[in-house]
Nanobody
Framework: VQLQASGGGEVQVGGSLRLSCAAS????????MAWFRQGPGKEREFVAA????????YYGDSVKARFTISGINAQNTAYLQMNSLKPEDTAVYYC???????????????????WGQGTLVTVSS
């Protein structure tokens, strides 16, 4: 399985960006797709995840009410709409996916078998 992330860039404080992640290869109908991020000098942080079959979504505390994850099951594609961006949102954003992820482990990077290359988001003041 290959994941292709896109949509990063530079935006001013309060602006918006939309990231996309497309899975190809031996994909599955019950994929869980997620976004993690890693800022300068920081550990990798869970951002959001979605169960493509059913649409159940999960969010990290720092992005709730500002970010929205969505997905198209038939296309094995997930999107991350990021609004009201802050300087602390600056990071490399990684797309991740896996066929089975138990709910209690959704926020753990080790739960995901496949990872994309990362896309840089820079929020400037």
């Amino acid at each position: 399985v290959q994941l292709q992330a896109s949509g990063g860039g530079e935006v001013q404080v309060g602006g918006s960006l939309r990231l996309s992640c497309a899975a190809s290869g031996r994909t599955a109908s019950r994929f869980v797709m997620a976004w993690f991020r890693q800022g300068p000098g920081k550990e990798r942080e869970f951002v959001a995840a979605i169960r493509l079959n059913g649409g159940i979504s999960y969010y990290g505390d720092s992005v709730k009410a500002r970010f929205t994850i969505s997905g198209i099951n038939a296309q094995n594609t997930a999107y991350l709409q990021m609004n009201s961006l802050k300087p602390e949102d600056t990071a490399v954003y990684y797309c991740a996916a896996s066929q089975t992820v138990i709910t209690s482990a959704t926020m753990r990077p080790e739960s995901y078998a496949y990872w994309g290359q990362g896309t840089l988001v820079t929020v400037s003041s």
